[in-house]
Structure formats: C-alpha cells, structure tokens
C-alpha cells in the first residue's frame, strides 16, 4: 500500500491551526440557548450514558457535546436562569483510579474547571441539587435522548422509555407543579447555522472522506469483494486522523448498487457490474458523505455510461442553483426534470410527468413512473450528524448552509414484479420491458457536498472525480494499494455458501 503520510501530516498540521472547536464557541451557544428560553427557571441538559460493557464504543449526544465539547459519559449540564444572571454547573463522575483502569483516564470534577471553564459537580449529587432548585415550582427546560413527547408535558408516545426518560419522569413525579418543556427543537434552530470552526471541521471530513475514495479508485478490480473496498477505505479514514466512518459504509456491486442503504458488503465483486459506495469520514464530530458508482473493471460500458450521464447531469442542474436565499426546491426541482427526462429518453418511463397504477388493490393510486428509478430526496444537511440541520431546513439557503446533493437512478432486475400487472399498467409494461432488461442491475449514485457561499458555492468534495473519464483514467492507474491479504480473502470466499 502506497504511504499516506504526507497527507496525514497536512491533515494533522490543519487541525492544529484551527480546526476545532474554542470553548469560548461552547460558551456563546449556551448563552445563546439561555437567552431563548421563553422565561427563567432550570435548564437541565443530559449526556450519553456509559455504554453496558466499557468496552464498547462510546458516543456522546450530539446536542450535549454541541453545548458543552464534553466526550465523557454520564455528564449533565445544569443552567439556572434568574432575572437575566445564568449559573452553570457540570455533574460528572469523580475520577476513580482503579476504574480508570479499564476506561482511560478520566477529567473529574477538577478537570471540568480547568479544561471546560464549567463548575465541576459530582454525578452523584445531581438529583439532590435539581430537587433543591425545583422545591419552589417554576420551570424546567430539558435536553436530552427522549422519545416523541417523552421529555415534556405534551402527549406522546410513552414506550419504549429512554434512560433520559426514566430519570425525567422521576422528577417530574417528584415535582408535579413543575412545568417541564422539551426545548431540543431550539439546539436543533441553533445548530442549523454553522461556525467557521464547524465549516473547518466538516472540510477536514470532507478532505479525509476524498482520500479514501481516490485510494479505493485506484484498487478496484474483478474477483473482489466489496469489503475489501470497505476496509480500504475506512483504513484511509482512520490513517488520517478521523475518528472513524460517519454511517455503515454502503459498498455495493451488481444488483446491490441498486438497494439504497446495503451495507453487508460481502459480495464479490463480477467484470461488466457497477459498484456503488457511499462512504465517509467523522472528523472531530463532523460528518461528511460522498458517493460514487464506478464500472468494476474500470470502463464504463454503453448502458452504463447512458445511466451514469443522466444522473450526472441532474446533479449538475442543481448545482447551478446554489446560492443564498434560493430555496432547496428549486435545486430539487431542477434535478427531478433532468431525472425525468433522461428516464424518457432512455425508455425507462412512457414520458417525463407519466405515471402508473400503484397502491393495493383496494386502495388504488397514481404514483409518478419516475419514483420507479429514483426514489429517495435529493440531499440533506450534514454536520454533527451525517443527516444533519440546516439554516434552509425551515427555508430558504443561507451563506454557510452546508449540505449534500445525491440524485441517483436504480434499475432493479425486477422493476416489472414491482408495477402492479394490471390493465392500467400493460401498456407502460410492454414499453418499457426491453429497457429494463437493458439497465437492469445498474444502480447510479453522484453525491457531492456543498458550503454555500456569498457569490455561489464550494464543492468541497471536489477531490474524487465524478466525469466519466476522470474517473476511467483513475482507476486504470497502477500504483493502487497492494496490501491485499489474498489468501484470508480465499478462505473467506470458502466459507461463503
């Protein structure tokens, strides 16, 4: 495998010149979450538990690690609110040595006010001091894993019961004259608008996320298997300093590149398929998401090529609509007529606003013949999760709006099982038949990522080459990875029935 050094360096020589995130940033979005609450009382914000076995992962939530930076488990935030003066308080368990053993060391109650610039509290005392802060009624203002209505005064679903729940429903019965409001959708409008540091962060991701494709480009080869190109791939993640992927990578060839979210990846892969992989990097918490479908054996065959240049083009479309104040829909528009039209035209679907029979027998309806090939949206924001907020979820894009742009075609080997075979559909039935025949098993995906600027736009997934010839003469280099352990790869092979 060729060195990946020089680009780990550059990386790592990045991130110390600011690709993070200040506490100052945490304290300004506190204050600013204070400063919203509709009147004074308690802000309770809850963090991720210590998973069951401390040898599992650990991730914190991603609204307590927004408002606080804090990665350890088992912490809350208290904020009271009184006639404008605010007073915050961290609750985290105590440094422990012996225990520390098994988890790592640990910042305790010390190391909260020295790193955080937060008053540290013992874990243990939290129920005591909320008790003492709500003996009087008023308001409390919580943050935490709920289920829908669970953490507030509002109907809702009541089970399945999070442990954020169950600690919430304690006080509540402990206090039932204390009004509690679920105020996650007010994070939620604040992380919508994204910070430079957080801009810098998700770039990073993007960087790394480029990396591994370009890496994974150059290996490709009939005869192997898709979780060779996983690992590859996360491997370059890994190697340059991101704390992992941002999602199951999705690594799939022949008919799996046409199944949206498969994530096995155990298949092998076979000369003239498509390979579809949606892969990327979480750096410092950031998420980014890229895909790509590239021919097997490194060129694009005539139907292949066919599918490719629509999707291609309908990305493309949308793209020539980013800047601020445009709405989302119009990029979505703008590429859904590309989609349509290029389905037309390769005699997938009757016409572009055609549609067909759908539903159940007793139910009937009209479903647009495009939904057969193209059926998920066109983006979403990314950030601290890969499907993120953003300023133009609520409207319009905003300079800073960070997102992703994906259209996709699908051509199922059975498209045909999938239209009802009834009256109203024998024409589009016998249309199309010889054109699904033709597509069939290729599954197109272009996925790029987008930071709206005040003149247009950055595409900041621009390293992976996305044109047919671009990348054709990437994968027919020869200096591609090498560290193919083929005889696991065989016996693995073996045990596959």
Known sequence: MPSLRPLALLLCAASLLGA????????????????ALPGDGVLLLLGAPEPAQNY??????????YLTGFLEPNAALVIVRRNGAAQSMLFVPPKDPAQEVWTGERLGLAGARASLGLDGRDASTLRA????????????????????????????????????????????????????????????????AKSPAELALIRQAATISAAAHRETLRAIKPGMAEFEIQALAEYTFRRNGADGPSYGSIVGSGPNSTTLHYNRDDRFMRDGEMLTMDMAAYYGGYSADITRSVPVNGRFSPAQRDVYAVVLAAQAAAERQIRPRVPFKVLDDSAVAVLK?????????????????????????????????????????????????????????AEGSVFTIEPGLYVRANTMDIIPDVPENSALRARIAAAVARYANIGIRVEDDYVVTAGGFDRITSGVPREIDEIE?????????????????????????
């Open 341 to 397: 039209r290029g389905l037309a035209q390769l005699g997938l679907i009757e016409s572009a606003d055609a549609t067909y029979r759908c539903g159940t027998p007793t139910r009937a309806a009209q479903c647009p013949q495009y939904r057969l090939y193209y059926m998920h949206g066109l983006g979403h924001p990314i950030g601290l999760d890969v499907h993120d907020v953003d300023a133009y979820t609520g409207g319009t894009l």
């Open 473 to 497: 003469r990437e994968m027919a280099r020869t200096d591609g990875p090498s560290a193919r352990n083929a005889a696991q790869v065989e016996a693995y092979r073996k045990l596959r029935p």
């Open 20 to 35: 993070q995130i200040p506490q100052s940033e945490y304290q300004a979005r506190r204050a600013a979450l204070t400063a």
């Open 129 to 192: 001091v909320l008790d003492s802060l709500l003996a009087g009624g008023g308001a409390l203002y919580a943050v935490g894993d709920f289920t829908r209505g669970g953490g507030a005064d509002v109907p809702g679903e009541a089970t399945p019961r999070s442990v954020d729940d169950q600690f919430l429903d304690a006080v509540k019965a402990r206090h039932r004259d204390v009004k509690v409001s679920d105020v996650r959708d007010q994070v939620m409008r604040q992380r919508g």
């Open 56 to 65: 599992l992962n650990f991730w914190q939530s991603e609204n307590f690690r």
